[in-house]
């Protein structure tokens, strides 16, 4: 290796004296100490997230994780694989913290997904991968802080399961949408019988309120009937009069009615005299 070299751009070099860590080398052109100072290289990583063996990236990298075996909390079954985002925020550690790092990475993704998938029931992983997406990338984080590595994104990419599941699958969805259906129509038919009641509630409402108006009409018109005669011929033959017209009124109400038989009193005469009194009064 050159003692003078360049360094691209979104790249840097672990500098090593002596064999123990002497500094980040930085982009630009590089002076390097012969003998003294030598350069750390790493073959293990095998081309992720370095060049030439010993220029490490800055930039983001992709990671695609080998389709791994996955349990569901209903005990399914199922393949799946995802790519990971991530880049190096701190040389440094990312080198001497973690032994291989992109295997790690690869490596830590694995069991996240894992981990993550057997937390969930098949029909919520397939329908919730968004929301797997993020909490693999926030589990990852956690770790990832202690390797100098950010994690900017995790993309499942393929859910695979057997022919049985999605037979399965499909039936349980044509079951759901069913019980969906049968749900909205017995709430609409329950709305309908609500408003049907409410309706009725309100118009016997309407019906009391106006008989019991009417009845207070009638009250008062009674009452001041009453007043009137009283101050012609006394309370005592008020109430006679009074009860004499409802008397009257009663017997109309029973000739009226469709029967055959019709009771009448064995006298008038009681009456007769009342009602004369009141038309003398008149």
Not at 252 to 259: E, L, R, S
Request: charged share 25%.
């Amino acid at each position: 290796m050159s003692i003078v070299y360049t360094i691209p751009q979104s790249h840097v070099v672990i500098i090593e004296r002596f064999g123990r860590f002497s500094r980040v080398q930085g982009d630009g052109l590089v002076f390097r100490m012969p003998f003294l100072e030598s350069i750390k290289h790493l073959p293990e990583w095998k081309g992720n997230a370095v060049k030439k063996n010993f220029l490490v990236e800055l930039s983001e990298q992709q990671t695609d994780t080998p389709p791994r075996q996955c349990q569901t909390l209903d005990n399914v079954t199922i393949t799946a694989d995802a790519s990971i985002y991530w880049k190096i925020v701190d040389p440094v550690r990312a080198v001497y913290e973690v032994d291989i790092l992109p295997k790690s990475v690869s490596d830590l993704a694995l069991n996240a997904l894992r981990a993550n998938i057997g937390k969930l029931k098949l029909d919520q992983v397939v329908s919730e991968r968004q929301e797997l997406n993020k909490r693999i990338a926030a589990q990852l984080s956690n770790i990832g802080a202690k390797w100098g590595v950010v994690f900017t994104r995790v993309e499942i990419q393929e859910i695979n399961y057997s022919h049985e599941t999605a037979e399965a699958m499909m039936q349980e969805m044509a079951a759901e949408r069913k019980r969906r259906a049968l749900l909205a129509e017995s709430e609409g038919k329950a709305g309908a019988e609500l408003k049907l009641a409410e309706a009725f509630a309100k118009s016997t409402l309407i019906k009391a309120e106006a008989l019991a108006g009417a009845l207070k009409i009638k009250a008062e018109a009674e009452r001041q009937y009453l007043e009137k005669i009283s101050e012609r011929v006394g309370s005592p033959m008020a109430g006679q009069i009074i009860l004499s017209q409802k008397y009257l009124e009663g017997m109309d109400v029973i000739t009226k009615n469709a029967g055959n038989k019709v009771f009448l009193p064995t006298h008038f005469n009681g009456m007769f005299n009342i009602s004369a009194e009141n038309n003398e009064i008149k």
